[in-house]
């Protein structure tokens, strides 16, 4: 069991250049998510997936879009980078509810966006 | 808006000594509490949780207390190992939402 698989583990882009951050899992879990981590300001949640086919929302959406085809996979596509979406990026798993199934985590992609 | 407040962003204590981390929370609808530890350069891994039903559970050296009518919670160690040395984040659940909201964490490190 490899768990929740992010990859590259770095980036690097200039302003304006396009990217997918990728996540799979193969826990055959329902729900997954993104989350940015910003020193001083905790994980914030990006948009979150509660099984194929079904996206939504989350605190820091914007600049961000996700699309949920497969159980497995996950992506998370940054249309047009900013200085500002430099940060370090969790993708997160869970079987169903979280009270009942605890989020697992992938070990993150540092983005730098210079 | 911070939801749930992680006050001090760094904690220092002697090995076999008592850890006591803080973490204070705004929104009533808030109805479940975890805590998470993150190691360097790895994702956030699920230590402990508690039901706003329950005001304390315990796991082995790691016991969570929940405080709700000051809104507050904290994670007690004991005793406190050079492992425990990481960053743990608060985090608390809406209630019939999916939507987790994170504290600012808290460096806890261990001195021999």
């Known amino acids: 069991n490899a768990g929740v698989t992010q990859t590259p583990k770095f980036q690097v882009l200039k302003t304006g250049q396009s990217m997918t951050l990728q996540c799979a899992q193969d826990m055959n879990h329902e729900y997954m998510s993104w989350y940015r981590q910003d020193p001083g300001m905790g994980l914030r949640l990006i948009h979150y997936?509660?099984?194929?086919?079904?996206?939504d929302q989350g605190e820091v959406p914007n600049g961000y879009n996700v699309s949920r085809s497969t159980t497995e996979d996950f992506p998370l596509r940054l249309l047009s980078a900013a200085p500002s979406q430099t940060s370090v990026y969790f993708c997160?798993?869970?079987?169903?509810?979280?009270?009942?199934?605890?989020?697992?985590f992938g070990n993150g992609t540092r983005l730098t966006v210079t | 808006d911070q939801q749930v407040k992680q006050n001090s962003p760094s904690l220092s204590v002697q090995e076999g000594r008592i850890s006591i981390l803080n973490c204070d929370y705004t929104?009533?609808?808030?109805?479940?509490f975890l805590w998470y530890k993150k190691y360097p350069a790895e994702g956030p891994t699920f230590l402990i949780s508690i039901s706003s039903i329950k005001d304390k559970n315990e796991d082995g050296r790691f016991t969570v207390f929940l405080n709700k009518s000051a809104k507050h919670l904290s994670l007690h160690i004991v005793p406190s190992q050079p492992g425990d040395s990481a960053v743990y984040f608060c985090?608390?659940?809406?209630?019939?939402?999916?939507?987790?909201?994170f504290g600012q964490g808290t460096r806890l490190t261990i001195n021999p």
């Open positions: 985090a608390a659940l809406i209630q019939g939402a999916q939507k987790l909201v």
């Open positions: 997936s509660v099984g194929a086919g079904i996206t």
């Open positions: 929104n009533s609808m808030f109805d479940y």
């Open positions: 997160a798993s869970s079987y169903g509810v979280i009270r009942d199934s605890p989020l697992h």
